[in-house]
């Protein structure tokens, strides 16, 4: 199991933003918490459950063991959510919507 932070460096309210990402939920707010990120900011609503971590806290992900991403390569074991709202790997997600546009494409 794993924590990622992303190199996202999106401007919001005067600083620089990321993303911390993981494979496992628990993990995941057990991290955030041993750097200083509060539960209440878990974000769940969008298709990664993560919290945005500004340059900071993005650090001390790091030195407390996060694995760095990019943005534009998020590996294919982090959560993303479902249209069920569940949560899987972010290769099943992806497969399961190729599989269904192909079944789509089938029954025309």
């Not at 990402?21 to 878990?42: K, V």
């Not at 694995?67 to 790997?89: C, E, F, N, Q, S």
């Amino acid at each position: 199991m794993a924590v990622y932070v992303d190199n996202a460096v999106i401007p919001w309210r005067g600083r620089l933003w990321a993303h911390l990402l993981g494979t496992d939920l628990e993990e995941l707010h057990e991290l955030a918490a041993a750097i200083g990120l509060r539960r209440a900011w878990f974000q769940d609503r969008r298709r990664f459950p993560h919290y945005d971590v500004d340059v900071e806290y993005r650090l001390r992900a790091l030195a407390a063991g996060a694995i760095p991403i990019t943005d534009r390569r998020i590996p294919d074991d982090v959560l993303m959510k479902r249209p069920d709202g569940t949560y899987v790997a972010r290769a099943v997600v992806l497969a399961e919507r190729r599989a269904a546009g192909r079944d789509r494409a089938e029954v025309r």
